[in-house]
């Protein structure tokens, strides 16, 4: 039995309005090459000046996720030539991070909690676009990236799965989400993970050598490309081959891993402190306000959903991954009074919208208002499950608020004991024959053969029979 | 430490240097006596010292964030050997 060593390296892209180095504007899909200065083309004689914010951002990561933040954080050259890092170099940070040893919680899939350390993050600048097909034989160079601010986040080689990583690597989006620092955005690169995987046999305590998956972009292709890597390394060993360390890429289409064409002696990056940029030296008091700006958390708002509003564990992890879903759901709990209930239309229904349609909770087009409206028009007994969830579909196509779409479309539930007891004997008095099966039929049996009159009934009164009351006359009736 | 005409050429190769066989040499020597110095700055007790970043004792001035650079692509590719479609041209570079 082998074991699976995993660590992740995601970098981030810091929603900052100009880049790292320069007062270049980072906004996403600009016209080629008109994103980028003197500084970002790396001209000679330009001086790199670093923008304020990435530091105020990436201290608050720092502290959210209890790391320790370098007071001194010194700028490194990183030196390999390729055509879209124009100066020869990216200035990255290499001895003196900002951010140290921290850790984040993540939850396994037995509900169990287990601490990933992350060993450090630090920023640096992103590279350039290269495009390769569009031309015969030549590359196409857009630098409108180069020079965007990066925090790029190391975890320990803690992670022990493809599932686990891929909770730890959405609870560092979760957390990006909360503090506002990145749209986290891994379609658009925004967000964008490097894992480090290898294998050794249960219970030993030596790591095999690893590979590098670079620049997986989805949640899905994490959990993916790491089981197909963990698997060929299995494959590989089990035929008495040696791992390679190498950089591997991942190919959804073949859902397989193969190798980077190796840069010979890519790996000699010759690091020295850059020249250009002196330490830079945060103050306690610049800190303090760092840790004072900080939003609730992902961890202690679950609790406090928990707490608040009477909902699982599991429950409140899903609601409060987004913060904007979060909210969303606490304006529902608060408005309708039913934490439970409001979990459950967010979860069933807006959420299972949101995965279906792929857009965001800020483009769904019901207001969080109007599911409250909702929920207590199912609690004072207007609407049951099957009319409720029609008044969402109207809701959803947008035809006006709850009540209009009840009064509109007759949903109003029907709760008069005469009319029901009229409609469940016209049932009873066109089924004799399954009437005649029930009577005789063992009493375990029964449970399920009520249903077909239920159905008959909910059918007969378009949905709008109150089930519980029809419950009760027909077990009345087909007792008698 | 001393160096090898190998490590010369490996460390021009990654700077993308084509030295002649009679650069690699007068290189090669050069940087030697450069390592011979180093050798002897090693006898300097530096415990307890913190490493120096940067020889001025001054710190980093920042920037606020905001956009100050405007678009000058037709200036900045005035000089460039091949542009399309606003690119930079180069050679085919596959990974």
């Known amino acids: 039995m082998y074991e699976s060593v995993i660590g992740l390296e995601v970098h981030v892209q810091l929603s900052t309005l100009s880049k790292i180095f320069s007062g270049s504007s980072t906004s996403f899909g600009a016209s080629p090459n008109t994103q980028a200065s003197l500084i970002d083309l790396g001209m000679p004689g330009v001086l790199p000046t670093p923008n304020a914010k990435v530091f105020e951002m990436a201290v608050k990561f720092g502290l959210a996720i209890e790391a320790k933040i370098g007071k001194t954080s010194v700028f490194d050259r990183k030196n390999y030539f390729y055509p879209d890092l124009p100066k020869g170099y990216q200035i990255t940070q290499l001895d003196a991070p900002i951010v140290g040893l921290g850790h984040v919680n993540i939850t396994l899939e037995d509900g169990t909690t287990k601490r990933i350390n992350i060993t450090r993050a630090h920023l640096e600048e992103d590279a350039g676009k290269s495009l390769h097909n569009s031309f015969d034989r030549l590359t196409g160079i857009d630098l409108n990236r180069a020079g965007t601010p990066l925090l790029e986040i190391v975890s320990e080689p803690e992670l022990r799965s493809a599932k686990e990583a891929v909770a730890y690597l959405r609870v560092i989006h979760s957390i990006i989400r909360y503090l506002d620092i990145s749209d986290g955005n891994m379609a658009e690169g925004s967000m964008r993970c490097d894992c480090n995987v290898s294998i050794r046999p249960q219970g030993s305590k030596i790591l095999g050598t690893r590979t590098e998956i670079k620049n997986v972009n989805s949640f899905r292709f994490v959990e993916k490309a790491i089981n197909s890597e963990i698997n060929r390394q299995i494959d590989s060993i089990e035929d008495g081959q040696q791992i390679i360390q190498e950089t591997r890429l991942y190919d959804p289409d073949k859902n397989e891993t193969r190798p980077m064409r190796s840069k010979e002696e890519a790996n000699d990056y010759r690091y020295f402190p850059d020249p250009d940029l002196l330490p830079v030296v945060l103050s306690d008091a610049f800190i303090t306000s760092c840790r004072n700006s900080l939003p609730e958390l992902p961890e202690s708002r679950k609790a406090r959903y928990m707490e608040a509003y009477g909902i699982s564990q599991y429950d409140a992890g899903v609601l409060v991954a987004d913060r904007d879903v979060a909210d969303y759901f606490a304006e529902i709990a608060e408005t309708s009074g039913d934490g439970k209930l409001s979990a459950n239309w967010v979860m069933g229904n807006v959420l299972a919208d949101l995965n279906q349609t792929g857009r965001s909770i800020s483009e769904f087009p019901v207001e969080a208002n109007d599911i409250a409206s909702l929920i207590i028009r199912i609690k004072d007994k207007t609407l049951n499950s099957k009319t409720a969830k029609t008044v969402f579909e109207a809701l959803l196509s947008g035809e006006g608020s709850v009540d209009s779409i009840i009064k509109e479309r007759g949903l109003v539930q029907v709760t008069d004991t005469g009319a029901l007891r009229s409609v469940v004997d016209t049932v009873i008095e066109n089924n004799p024959h399954q009437v005649t099966n029930y009577r005789v039929a063992a009493p375990d049996k029964q449970g399920k053969m009520l249903g077909f009159f239920v159905g008959q009934v909910m059918k007969i009164s378009q949905g709008k029979a109150n089930p519980q009351m029809v419950n009760q006359i027909l077990l009345d009736k087909l007792s008698g | ?95």
């Not at chain 2, 490996?10 to 650069?23: D, H, I, M, Q, S």
């Not at chain 2, 090693?42 to 020889?55: C, D, M, N």
């Open chain 2, 1 to 95: 430490m001393s160096l090898s005409g190998a490590d010369i050429q490996c460390v021009a190769k990654l700077a993308r240097l084509r030295l002649t066989e009679a650069e690699t040499t007068s290189t090669l020597s050069q940087l030697n006596s450069i390592l011979t110095m180093i050798d002897s700055m090693q006898a300097v007790i530096t415990e307890g010292v913190a490493p120096l970043a940067h020889p001025l004792e001054l710190t980093q001035v920042l920037r606020i964030d905001e956009v100050t650079e405007e678009n000058a692509r037709e200036a900045y590719q005035m000089t460039a050997p091949a542009i399309k479609d606003g690119l930079y041209l180069v050679p085919r570079v596959v990974e």
